[in-house]
């Protein structure tokens, strides 16, 4: 028989290493999509669709436009380089699909607003930028926790993104791109820090940014440097009413992904991953008691990829909101924007209430 | 497009708790499976079935011989009371399907040999008992350094299976069909001896019990007493060949379900579950540091059920070996009774190498 | 000025490892004691003694019973080898002085009595055994909590004592006169049993046992069976209402010193040293997380035997009770050579509510 | 017999909380050591001081003056109120006496300096300032492995200092003296920070600071303000030659002292008390695993300080370089006081290669 059961007409667009998860994700693991679509222009992938997504019934694209116009076609997840993150979710939405964009919509600010323009030209569509983390168990139940008051005021944010050292000199090249560390490394501990700091309003107000500040160092890729980029930094952003978030990012922790983030409220701490392991098995050797930790941020997240494929899923067939604000996911670039810019200039940059930079006699004036 | 896929037609017998959570992980989280039945004699659930299996073109039956006329089926997974798992079994496997069924085959050593004497004359028909843990990441990997020398020759096995205590009483109405604690908890735990003893040999020789013991008191439920039973229980099995396991298992954990294991080999030792955890998250409160456990073994296995779902499916497409022997299945009923006959008289329990029982004397011959 | 502190004058006998430590403790470790005099018959311990007591002031004897009569002498440390405990122990009472003897007394049970029936016959004197597991924080802190009732009845208790593997053969030779490993190792663990289950009377009736049994193997020392003896033993301990001990030891730990303990009750579990380490250091490397934990007994519980040193000496400075009852110390031993005996002849030890040994029938009679 | 050991006859200045650990330290815990003398102008400091000090020879004074004329003096240990650290010191010095005071020499720069000059023109005489970190076995053993070049070069170090909430309000009129946060708490990170940055020149030379920039929020205490102090403060500081240390201090950590830091290197990572605890219990309730920590600075670094004492003593003993060096700890003020003023400003502070403060501009300047 063949189901019944309402299902989300959905395409994935790009299948590099996070495309085909996506792919595989609305595919096999999310029981209310059925992914009919995918979209890319590479050989190798498509090679890998052909053998992978074909025989499940799902069509091949080389042309994303033709790719929209597939018959029934209802979402996209927009899964491709960030370069073109935004124009293939505008396109989508001017053609009335909802989407699921990967993170982040832009590293450009500018291009943020058109995209957050063109949805808000299309109310009825859904769109959700793609920041895995909200989806996570662990985070979940912090969040959950710091709505119902436990640790009273969220009032510091400490979070880390911390990458495997890859020798391959693959983050180089990939700087050129990818808006900075602080933009593609710490945009999640920014959008942790919005989301957190935004429980006492329940989602409602995001905390407003008053200043921020970064620096950084080239400990092991000099060469990083010719894109105003680093590969360890430490961030601080102060937010107006008394809260501060501070980040740190690095391509060089040894064992793995070590991603972690404390929410210190007035009565009490919440810890996310102090203690990383990839599952639940110790060594007892003669060097010492040993585990391991995830090689990569897919390791530590697959489970909430999944998770948001599904939350993106129901919200469109239930024409509810989208789990995660794409007001939020823009000013999460505009705070890693600022701090990139701070870590290039190596000044601290301020922010009058209403989110425009001045400088700091202006803030001098702000604080009287 | 329908899917070119191959995929296994399974269905489903019994619905109960963890039935559907079987029926959920067939149908919605292996790929390559089909769930196109399920069978139940309960009303709540066919109406659970109603909702939630027959909207995705799932066939309800309440007579199991005529679910295992469904067209086109191959396999089931039996999933109902443990009474009935053998005469399910042996009716599935002489209809020529596949089958995956909950452990125990039987609390009942020979029904569990009319299970393998079917088995053994229909070769062609794969049947696996789930034993779960074999299935989860960490104990997977713990038995891959095994059978990579790394901590030497497993000497020593430490095992526990503890749930949280459920007030309910239920357990004790329970226990009249459980087998008692050593069959229905710990059989998990002999599980694990024979699969880590058995690695020297790559799992190709089952290691020979040699002497049991059990003790156990009933601290919160003297109810069990009636059954034979306790709440709390203690074995020790010693192995030919120098290999001792010993296990304990409890009715009465506070804070959740607290299964662990450890591997002590003569270079080194894996341990599995040492600090439970649910998820990455602890709390710094005035009153310490916390952290919460699963709440039972669903909580704790989850993906173990769904990756032996896919292995079992995986088995039958390729023909290939099933990934739990059906010898050791039952292997582990017999270590289990022995430990419950042996917590009711008092009484060590000796066999000798072939599997027999012995007295005392007989021990002390063989040992000659 | 010279001190107008009273101070207890005592003497150490036997300057071996533990001895030479236990001098100091009470040397420059014990505020209120005084160390006074030290014997020795071993010329590298006259040495050591020389350089490290002597400049303090501390008279060094080579004749035990000389040492007995100097000066104004109020106490001994009996820290010589196990064999000559009872003996020194003895002639210090019958002197009249305070002792504190290393664990056990004896290894034999009748030699513990004689110990017993001498200090009851001097009643004025106090005699403890060096239980040093009762001075650590964590165990005191656990028997607190349980004695405070948060744990509601203590019903199982497991306990380790597993020390890093010494190729030397040392412990080979030492297994001639140790007793063996459950009156050598787990001694202490049973110790700790009698100590939690007699919490409930609050230490004023020890529980009483039911049965013992224990196997073990020799996993890498073969040449212990001379003795015996093993390298692995699992023992089991059931009292009499409804409470059991289970015990592991091992020679072959490879990083170390792990000693741990489960103290189980209706309502809660206490868990001492369940993740060791020998500090708060973590590295991580390339190769993952790793930790280094207690190389030995000492590393793990030096703090626990100075303060041992200092409760003893107040004790008999302000003629209290001794911390750790002789009873208790000599029921340790029973219980130790019992498990000892079941390891060697195969079969489970019955005991009957008085404390002689039953044979199966016996017990089955006294079950009724 | 009066020892003959040769030991140090040291006096305490000051009998408040941490003086009476001092005291207590150097009479009874640091072998080497005489406690000769004590001073104090407080009424109840003067009768603990008779009860505990004085029936073990010590002498006490309520004029330090008087104090400094002990009869063989030879060091004086100052822990009396930051306010008097310096004065104090430079007394003793002049004197002759070797000198241990307790962090910070000062909250103010210039009167560092005048500390440092004195302790020129008196090269015989030692003095230290009492970073108790640099004596806990863990960081100990980080810096061991550190000069071992196990992580490579330390790049980044991330510490913090959070105490446990005092709702007495103390800390807020403490705030008037303490110099501030930064100076206070933190001290002891920027003092880690130099430590372990200077591991690469084998403690030769300290790092240069380029900027510091901190920020701080009063989220329990207001009126903190008053005293330009916050209660969570958060700074980091650039150093030359592409190092970083970023800080955290709080006074509202609900369960307690949590003082922990990571030296990430290019090669590795060591973490101290990641994840804190008391002793090694943890409690199995049915609201889920629960462990305590330590409530104080004193219950973390105990240790500690009785290994500074030992230390402190033996390099004047022995006539060796004490083992933290004055240059250092008047660094960790400079630092500190920066930070402090970044916190008051809300301005980047920037610093030439030879440490002095210049603007923006003249930083961009020094960039070229």
Known sequence: MAPAVRRLRIAVSGLGRMGARHANHFLHRTPKAELVAAFTPADNEIAWAKENLE?????????????LKHEGLEAVCVATVTTVHAEQTIKAIEAGKHVLCEKPLSTKLDVCQQVLATAARNPRVKVMCGFSRRFDASYVNAYKLTLDGVIGRPTI???QTCDRYDPSGFFVAYAEFSGGIFVDCNIHDIDLALWYFSAESRGKTLPRVKSVMAV??????????????????????????AQIAYFYSSRMNPPGQHDMTEIIGTKGKLVVNASPMTDLLESHMSTGIQREISQNYYERFEHAFVEEARQFTDAVLE?????????????????????????????????????GRVDEDGAARAKL
Chains 1, 2, 3, 4 share one sequence.
């Open 319 to 355: 024409s509810k909101e989208v789990p995660v604000d794409l007001t939020s996911s823009m000013e999460a670039v505009r705070i890693g924007v600022a701090l990139q810019d701070s870590l290039r200039s190596g000044r601290k940059i301020f922010f009058d209430r209403e989110g």
């Open 216 to 241: 950084g160092v080239t400990a092991l890729e000099p060469d990083l440097a010719k894109h105003g980029d680093v590969d360890n930094g430490v961030g601080v952003v102060e937010f107006y009413d």
């Open 157 to 159: 944010l400490r979070s």
């Open 55 to 67: 025989p499940w019934g799902v069509s091949i694209y080389t042309d994303y436009d033709e790719m």
